[in-house]
């Protein structure tokens, strides 16, 4: 698509939801959580685990990480999880390449415009997700649910918008 | 930034909010519009108005177009508005260019991954916008506010997210 055919697109009638999210105290009613990553010894044994269920070599992956994630609930019971980013660069071309998740298996790129794209393609959906930053201790990201069995008939399903505010300074 | 540095960012604990939007029935509690964009004539005199200004030929722009916009309320008194956007292509590399709005002046670039990036900077603030399409007929768009006058002490103020869903056909 060029930026002719981007514009194009804009016209028409279009029925808009926003949501708005400030960086000062009080918030929404918003889902929040707080979220922790850590990097991963490349003789971790989930990293090596991953690795080996896609029959990849887990030194050629590139930061691998662990998200762990809780929701704030007034419940005990809080929500919460972790997930395992194993990024696998393209030996020519760093910019892309492939991300392991226990899920499965997607790819990413990351764009002139400094936007990392993460797309995972499963037999019943698909999900796109964008993150960038709006400074280094503030980061954004949507992540898009299509569902469908057939590429041809997906359709959207739902987006989530995240804003990610750093609560300490990254671990060396 | 390379994938490298991009990645390395990720490490940390962050404090993540998230909104959810449905693309089914009931939505949540967010504002919710109808928008609709416009194609203008190269002799619109709103159009010749804003080149003028900024002592631009109106025949270099593409696709210049009217927005207007009017949200869902239970008031009589809608909050409504419009807003021109005047696209002029840099001659030799149009995915990028400059933006002309009644408000000022700011730069776009179609990223590699078909994102459109607008950046509007004031004398008080500056805007960033990001626009792309989950198909067709869904459109996403975050709009950052940072605050200070000067660039180096410039703080994210706020994140506005919008999914937009064509509700009519484009017009030729």
Redesign the interface.
């Given at each position: 698509?060029?930026?002719?055919q981007?514009?194009?697109?804009?016209?028409?009638?279009?029925?808009?939801?926003?949501?708005?999210?400030?960086?000062?105290e009080g918030?929404?009613?918003?889902?929040?959580?707080?979220?922790?990553?850590?990097?991963l010894s490349f003789d971790d044994p989930d990293l090596i685990n991953i690795c080996q269920k896609h029959g990849i070599d887990p030194n050629t992956a590139?930061?691998p990480?662990k998200m762990s994630?809780e929701e704030e609930s007034l419940s005990s019971n809080k929500p919460k999880g972790h997930a395992l980013?194993v990024?696998i660069?393209d030996p020519s071309s760093?910019?892309k390449g492939l991300i392991l998740t226990r899920q499965g298996k997607g790819t990413?790129?990351?764009?002139?415009?400094?936007?990392?794209?993460i797309q995972t393609v499963t037999s019943q959906n698909a999900i796109?997700e964008?993150i960038?930053?709006?400074?280094?201790n503030?980061?954004?990201r949507?992540a898009?649910l299509?569902q469908g069995d057939q590429a041809s008939d997906r359709?959207?399903?739902?987006?989530?918008?995240?804003?990610?505010?750093?609560?300490?300074?990254?671990?060396a």
């Open positions: 698509m060029d930026i002719y981007f514009l194009e697109l804009f016209v028409g009638r279009w029925r808009s939801q926003r949501s708005d999210h400030q960086f000062g918030n929404g009613s918003d889902v929040r959580s707080v979220i922790e990553i850590t990097v590139i930061q990480m994630w980013i990024p660069p760093p910019q990413y790129e990351l764009g002139t415009d400094e936007a990392l794209t796109e964008r960038w930053y709006g400074n280094p503030l980061r954004f949507v898009t299509l359709r959207v399903q739902s987006s989530k918008f995240y804003s990610e505010i750093r609560s300490t300074a990254p671990k």
